[in-house]
């Protein structure tokens, strides 16, 4: 696949990759049990922030299995807003998305218009065919932007995972490279 080439920006973000002034902000959202409740593990310690971040910050994307997590800012102001999440799934073309918003960055859009700036560099650049992306069926907010995004809902998994002491639903939405250059017409 081609590098990666950062920063991108959009309309009102800039992505970008991770640095360590990164942490304060990142450990206040993730640290909160809101922001966990639909992502694997437990709210966030400092120490494990620490860990992310850097390993964030580091990323490599040469292989199958390989991810990028990229920090979020608004273009006309610094601070980290959230994240945003691109995978290089085994298989020809596959990819998955995933994000989080810090709480004051959410019901903004900002999540969608970086979203779909990761499904252009996932089907642009790095020539995928196929992104999907997973959630727990009770995290509406995920599922709409997901729809917001033009994902099909492709399957409803009942009690896929337990976590977080229940048994949760997975719901996949899927969005193929045609029908995200279609939608841009
Ligand atoms: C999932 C998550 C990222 C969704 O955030 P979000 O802000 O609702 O998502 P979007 O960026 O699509 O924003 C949509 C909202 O912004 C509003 N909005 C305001 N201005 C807008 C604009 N210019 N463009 C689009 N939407 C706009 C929309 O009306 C919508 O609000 P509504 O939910 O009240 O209808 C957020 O809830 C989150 O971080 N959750 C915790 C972590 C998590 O669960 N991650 C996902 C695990 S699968």
Known sequence: MPEITLPIRTERLILRRFEGADLDAFHAYHSLPETARFLPGEAKSYTKCMESVGKYANFVFEKEGDWICLALEAVDGPGLLGEVVLKWLPGSGQGEVGWSLAPAARGKGYGAEAADAVLKLGFEELGMHRIEGKLDALNTASAALCERLGMRLEARLVDKWHYKGQWA?????????DEWRARRR
């Open 169 to 177: 639903t997975e719901l996949m939405y899927a969005i193929l490279e």
